[in-house]
């Protein structure tokens, strides 16, 4: 929480300021590409298929624990599961580059059928597909298997358990 003083109005019967607590939002983001930009194609299928780095704020202080999702709404087969990594500490400020090749933290199976990240790889000649990256604080931990988790599992406890969320989307076409 941010405390924050109220210039000019808000004094008490005696008049004192007082202070009301606003939320600071989480957010979510990446130096490697903005909102609504492309993953840049190092980070993809047709590059060297390695996670991007992302950084995080604004996590609540109730928090116990974090999870991050990546999903493509706009594959032919419905929503496309890329990557789950869940049961990060909740002072966690982000992943490196590559981080899910060497993470440290819980990992399901993705739609690929693999444990870890699977770039964007949208069927060629479909159009720009949506790559939203969706980071949770949770109330608690997942506990589920590291690997034998798939990634719809994880999103689905993990939103059972989110008290916020932040999201990051960027583009993908071949």
């Given at each position: ?144 298997p590291d690997g034998s988790a798939s990634c719809a599992e994880v999103a689905e406890k993990a939103q059972a358990l989110a ?12």
């Open positions: 929480m941010i405390r924050v003083m109220d210039e000019g109005r808000g004094r008490g019967r005696y008049g004192v300021h007082y202070a009301k607590e606003v939320a600071m939002a989480m957010e979510l983001r990446s130096p490697a590409f903005a909102e609504g930009d492309p993953v840049p194609r190092k980070f993809t299928c047709e590059g060297a298929d390695i996670s991007p780095p992302l950084e995080w704020s604004g996590v609540p202080d109730n928090a116990v624990a974090l999870a991050l999702t990546c999903e493509d709404p706009d594959a032919p087969v419905g929503l496309f599961r890329h990557w789950a990594i869940y049961d990060m500490p909740a002072d966690q400020a982000g992943l490196a580059e590559g981080a899910a090749q060497s993470a440290g933290f819980p990992q399901a199976r993705n739609d690929f059928r693999k444990v870890g990240y699977g770039g964007p790889c949208p069927p060629r000649g479909h159009g720009p597909h949506r790559y939203q990256f969706r980071l949770m604080a949770l109330s608690g931990r997942l506990d589920l008290i916020a969320t932040a999201e990051l989307t960027a583009l993908y076409e071949r």
